[in-house]
C-alpha cells in the first residue's frame, strides 16, 4: 500500500458515456474521504462534461475534445504532464486512457477490471464464469484500494447545485409541470437499438400513468429521443416532454423532481439512482453479471428470461436471432406492475 501522506494530486479518467461516469461517483467520494486536501482532477470528453456539474467531489474538471482526434489527445498529455500526479486512475481502459495515464508521469497507475475474458465467453457461450457478480461502481473504487480506498458502503452520488435545480424547475413549471403532484419520468432512448424497449408500449405505459395513477409524466432524453417522444405523447398528450431542451446537469435535476424512472439500460439508469430515485430497469440483450444492473433496493428490474441472453455488454442494432424476444415479450402490464410496487415501497 502507498503511503497516503505523499499523495496529494490525483487524477481520475473516464472519458465516456454517462452511466460510467454516474458511476464513479462513490469512488470521487471515497477519494474526497481518504484524501480531504487532495487535488483530484476527472478527465471527461466534453460532451458529458455536464454531468461533472453534480459532482461535488472534484477539484477540477478537465475537458477533452475527442472530435479534434490526436492533436487534442497530444496537447491534453502535455497539460497533464506539467502537473506531476501522485496517483492516476485508469477508470475507462481503452487506449486513449492507456496512453494518457501511462506517459503522463503520474508516480503510481492503478486500473479497474474490466473482466473482458468473463465478458467473452458470457455474451458468445452464455456460460457465466464470474466468481461473483459485483457491481461496476464497486469494481471501480477498487481501482483505488491500493492507495487506501475502500467502499464506505454507500451507493453512487450526484448533488445538484441550487442553482441548476431553480433552473430547471423554472423550465418545468413553463411547461406545465406542477412540482406539488407526484410525477415519473420515462426514458424511452438508449443507444443501440437493441436496448431500446418500444416506444408504442412506454407510450402504453405513460397513459395507464396518468389514467391509473394520476401521476404527471416527464419525458427526457437527447435529440435523437424527439422523435420517440413524439410517439409517446401522440398516445398520452399529458406527457411533458422534454428530450432536447436540458443538457445533462439539468436532466439530472428533472430526475430529482419525480417519484421514479422507468428507463432502458442506459446511463440515466444510473443517474436517477445516484439520486436516490428508485427504477424499473428494462434490459433486453445486457445481462445481471456485467454490473449495471440497479443498486438501490427499491429498484426493479424488467426483463425476459431467455437462453440467447445476453447477446452483447454495449448493445447492438439489430437482433442476432432476428426475433428480438427480449423486448417483444416484455409486455406494458409487467412494467406496471413493477412500477406499482416501487410506488408502494417508496
Same mark, same amino acid.
Given at each position: 500500500?502507498?503511503?497516503?501522506?505523499?499523495?496529494?494530486?490525483?487524477?481520475?479518467?473516464?472519458?465516456?458515456?454517462?452511466?460510467?461516469?454516474?458511476?464513479?461517483?462513490?469512488?470521487?467520494?471515497?477519494?474526497?474521504?481518504?484524501?480531504?486536501?487532495?487535488? =483530484?482532477?476527472?478527465?471527461?470528453?466534453?460532451?458529458?462534461?455536464?454531468?461533472?456539474?453534480?459532482?461535488?467531489?472534484?477539484?477540477?474538471?478537465?475537458?477533452?475534445?475527442?472530435? @479534434?482526434?490526436?492533436?487534442? %489527445?497530444?496537447?491534453?498529455?502535455?497539460? $497533464?504532464?506539467?502537473?506531476?500526479?501522485?496517483?492516476?486512475?485508469?477508470?475507462?481502459?481503452?487506449?486513449?486512457?492507456?496512453?494518457?495515464?501511462?506517459?503522463?508521469?503520474? @508516480?503510481?497507475?492503478?486500473?479497474?477490471?474490466?473482466?473482458?475474458?468473463?465478458?467473452?465467453?458470457?455474451?458468445?457461450?452464455?456460460?457465466?464464469?464470474? !466468481?461473483?457478480?459485483?457491481? #461496476?461502481?464497486?469494481?471501480?473504487?477498487?481501482?483505488?484500494?491500493?492507495?487506501?480506498?475502500?467502499?464506505?458502503? !454507500?451507493?453512487?452520488?450526484?448533488?445538484?447545485?441550487?442553482?441548476?435545480? =431553480?433552473?430547471?424547475?423554472?423550465? $418545468?413549471?413553463?411547461?406545465?409541470?406542477?412540482?406539488?403532484?407526484?410525477? =415519473?419520468?420515462?426514458?424511452?432512448?438508449?443507444?443501440?437499438?437493441?436496448?431500446?424497449?418500444?416506444? /408504442? !408500449?412506454?407510450?402504453?405505459?405513460?397513459?395507464?400513468?396518468?389514467?391509473?395513477?394520476?401521476?404527471?409524466?416527464? %419525458?427526457?432524453?437527447?435529440?435523437? /429521443?424527439?422523435?420517440?417522444?413524439?410517439?409517446?405523447?401522440?398516445?398520452?398528450? $399529458?406527457?411533458?416532454?422534454?428530450?432536447?431542451?436540458?443538457?445533462?446537469?439539468?436532466?439530472?435535476?428533472?430526475?430529482?423532481?419525480?417519484?421514479?424512472?422507468?428507463?432502458?439500460?442506459?446511463?440515466?439508469?444510473?443517474?436517477?439512482?445516484? %439520486?436516490?430515485?428508485?427504477?424499473?430497469?428494462?434490459?433486453?440483450?445486457?445481462?445481471?453479471?456485467?454490473?449495471?444492473?440497479?443498486?438501490?433496493?427499491?429498484?426493479?428490474?424488467?426483463?425476459?428470461?431467455?437462453?440467447?441472453?445476453?447477446?452483447?455488454?454495449?448493445?447492438?442494432?439489430?437482433?442476432?436471432?432476428?426475433?428480438?424476444?427480449?423486448?417483444?415479450?416484455?409486455?406494458?402490464?409487467?412494467?406496471?406492475?413493477?412500477?406499482?410496487? #416501487? %410506488? @408502494?415501497?417508496?
Amino acid at each position: 500500500m502507498s503511503n497516503s501522506s505523499q499523495i496529494s494530486k490525483i487524477l481520475v479518467f473516464r472519458l465516456s458515456s454517462i452511466g460510467d461516469i454516474v458511476l464513479t461517483t462513490a469512488l470521487l467520494r471515497c477519494l474526497r474521504d481518504k484524501y480531504p486536501q487532495a487535488q =483530484i482532477d476527472f478527465v471527461v470528453k466534453k460532451q458529458f462534461a455536464a454531468i461533472l456539474r453534480c459532482v461535488p467531489f472534484v477539484s477540477n474538471v478537465i475537458e477533452l475534445d475527442s472530435k @479534434k482526434g490526436l492533436t487534442e %489527445l497530444f496537447a491534453l498529455r502535455r497539460q $497533464l504532464k506539467d502537473e506531476k500526479y501522485d496517483v492516476a486512475l485508469d477508470i475507462h481502459k481503452n487506449w486513449r486512457s492507456l496512453f494518457i495515464c501511462r506517459t503522463i508521469g503520474a @508516480k503510481q497507475v492503478f486500473a479497474f477490471n474490466k473482466h473482458v475474458f468473463r465478458r467473452w465467453v458470457l455474451t458468445t457461450f452464455h456460460k457465466n464464469i464470474y !466468481k461473483e457478480v459485483r457491481p #461496476v461502481y464497486l469494481r471501480f473504487t477498487d481501482a483505488a484500494k491500493q492507495i487506501g480506498v475502500e467502499s464506505d458502503g !454507500k451507493y453512487t452520488e450526484l448533488v445538484v447545485p441550487s442553482e441548476i435545480q =431553480i433552473a430547471t424547475d423554472n423550465i $418545468l413549471q413553463q411547461k406545465g409541470f406542477d412540482t406539488s403532484k407526484p410525477a =415519473i419520468a420515462l426514458c424511452p432512448g438508449a443507444s443501440f437499438k437493441n436496448k431500446q424497449w418500444q416506444p /408504442e !408500449k412506454f407510450a402504453e405505459l405513460a397513459k395507464k400513468i396518468v389514467t391509473e395513477l394520476d401521476y404527471q409524466v416527464i %419525458l427526457i432524453g437527447g435529440k435523437n /429521443e424527439q422523435p420517440l417522444c413524439e410517439i409517446i405523447q401522440k398516445e398520452e398528450p $399529458l406527457a411533458i416532454s422534454f428530450a432536447g431542451e436540458f443538457d445533462l446537469s439539468q436532466s439530472i435535476a428533472a430526475l430529482n423532481r419525480v417519484r421514479a424512472t422507468v428507463v432502458n439500460d442506459t446511463g440515466m439508469l444510473h443517474a436517477s439512482e445516484a %439520486l436516490g430515485v428508485p427504477v424499473i430497469g428494462i434490459y433486453g440483450a445486457t445481462a445481471y453479471p456485467f454490473g449495471y444492473y440497479p443498486i438501490l433496493p427499491q429498484s426493479k428490474v424488467a426483463d425476459v428470461d431467455l437462453p440467447c441472453r445476453p447477446c452483447t455488454k454495449m448493445g447492438k442494432n439489430s437482433c442476432p436471432k432476428g426475433h428480438f424476444n427480449c423486448m417483444n415479450q416484455l409486455h406494458t402490464q409487467k412494467v406496471f406492475e413493477l412500477l406499482q410496487e #416501487v %410506488l @408502494k415501497e417508496k
